[in-house]
């Protein structure tokens, strides 16, 4: 399985982008997977940004709670990142991640490769 995660860039302060992410691989179970969005800025640690479950139970950071929004599409095997209000502090680089759904899952088996998000001030 692999994962390509796309659309980061350069935004100002309180603007927007939408993070993609799709997967590929014939042993990949959209259907049953989860997904989830990190990020990692420079000198930091990586800490989870949102997740969304195979039934679309979705879980947010506090500090992104109201300008993040995960979903997904699972005809398409994809998922996305729509970020809104974006914050000097939201800069770092996206990963996104999935794995097979289980119960007490809580590693994420596959990773993309990363995309960059520069917010401005």
């Known amino acids: 399985v692999q994962l390509q995660a796309s659309g980061g860039g350069l935004v100002q302060a309180g603007g927007s982008l939408r993070l993609s992410c799709t997967a590929s691989?014939?042993?990949?179970?959209?259907?049953?997977?989860?997904w989830g969005w990190f990020r990692q800025a420079p000198e930091k640690e990586r800490e989870s940004v949102a997740t969304?479950?195979?039934?679309?139970?979705?879980q947010t950071a506090d500090s992104v709670k109201g300008r993040f929004t995960i979903s997904r599409d699972n005809r398409k095997s994809m998922v996305f990142l729509q970020m809104d209000s974006l914050k000097p502090e939201d800069t770092a680089v996206y990963y996104c991640a999935a794995r097979r759904s289980a119960v007490g899952a809580t590693m994420f088996d596959y990773w993309g490769q990363g995309t960059l998000v520069t917010v401005s001030s």
């Open positions: 969304i479950t195979w039934n679309d139970v979705t």
């Open positions: 691989g014939r042993t990949f179970m959209p259907y049953n997977s989860d």
